[in-house]
């Protein structure tokens, strides 16, 4: 029987289960790294709704942040993120493993 998913596991899946972060996740495609303000620009947000939403993509691991004097900037953790896809695939096999014979590459 799987044992539950640990906190870590289970914020990340809390952070990506808002469209809203899910559209804040793809402006750093590429590596960017952004501050708030540009987040909140880009996905079209208040300033403050953007660094409440940036702190729950930090808590479930998916992004990270530097600060330079007053200025802190975000960035995709795909270290962190590799980390979590892996527990979660590991999870899934176990609880809903694929049928026999089943194929796990697209054709």
Not at 13 to 34: C, I
Not at 52 to 72: C, N, P, W
Request: with cysteine; proline share 6%; charged share 20%.
């Amino acid at each position: 029987m799987p044992t539950a998913l640990d906190a870590p596991a289970r914020d990340f899946l809390k952070a990506l289960a808002s469209e809203t972060r899910q559209q804040m996740m793809t402006a750093f495609a590429g590596g960017r790294e952004l501050t708030v303000g540009e987040i909140a620009e880009c996905c079209g947000l208040g300033q403050s709704t953007a660094s409440e939403q940036l702190a729950i993509l930090r808590r479930g691991g998916l992004v990270r942040s530097t600060r330079d004097g007053k200025l802190v900037r975000y960035r995709a953790d795909p270290a962190s993120i590799g980390a979590r896809l892996t527990e979660l695939q590991g999870y899934l096999a176990c609880c809903c493993p694929p049928p026999s014979g089943a194929t796990t590459s697209k054709e």
